[in-house]
């Protein structure tokens, strides 16, 4: 599975913002894609997930102002970012948890930086 990331870039606190990924290759039995992000100096942290049942999860910082939603049509996941804060900026990365024969394999995307100016 390849994940392919984009949509990062500058913005001004209060702004909006929208990553894409999308998924090739052994896209079959994915049945968890989500956003995860690094800050400089920080360990990579869970920022959101959903799942082929259509069900989503949030971190407490982006609840309210972050939706996960996918396209299975387009094997294309998005993360709209809506009043974006200084403390946002960091690079995201696209994940994707496939699931074959009670395994799960797990795979990651380059990254998109977002930077949040205040």
Same mark, same amino acid.
């Given at each position: 599975?390849?994940?392919?990331?984009?949509?990062?870039?500058?913005?001004?606190?209060?702004?909006?913002?929208?990553l894409?990924?999308?998924?090739?290759?052994?896209?079959?039995?994915?049945n968890?894609?989500?956003?995860?992000?690094q800050? $400089?100096?920080?360990?990579?942290?869970?920022?959101a997930t959903?799942?082929n049942? =259509?069900?989503?999860?949030?971190?407490?910082?982006?609840? =309210?102002?972050?939706?996960?939603?996918?396209? !299975?049509?387009k +094997? !294309?996941?998005?993360?709209q970012?809506n +009043?974006?804060? $200084?403390?946002d900026?960091?690079? %995201? %990365?696209? +994940?994707?948890?496939? !699931?074959?024969?009670?395994r799960?394999y797990?795979?990651?995307?380059?990254?998109?930086l977002?930077?949040?100016?205040s």
């Amino acid at each position: 599975v390849q994940l392919q990331a984009s949509g990062g870039g500058l913005v001004q606190a209060g702004g909006s913002l929208r990553l894409s990924c999308a998924a090739s290759g052994r896209i079959f039995s994915i049945n968890v894609m989500g956003w995860y992000r690094q800050a $400089p100096g920080e360990q990579r942290e869970f920022v959101a997930t959903t799942t082929n049942m =259509g069900d989503t999860s949030y971190a407490d910082s982006v609840q =309210g102002r972050f939706t996960i939603s996918r396209d !299975t049509a387009k +094997n !294309t996941v998005y993360l709209q970012m809506n +009043n974006l804060k $200084p403390e946002d900026t960091a690079v %995201y %990365y696209c +994940n994707a948890i496939r !699931t074959v024969d009670l395994r799960d394999y797990i795979y990651w995307g380059q990254g998109t930086l977002v930077t949040v100016s205040s």
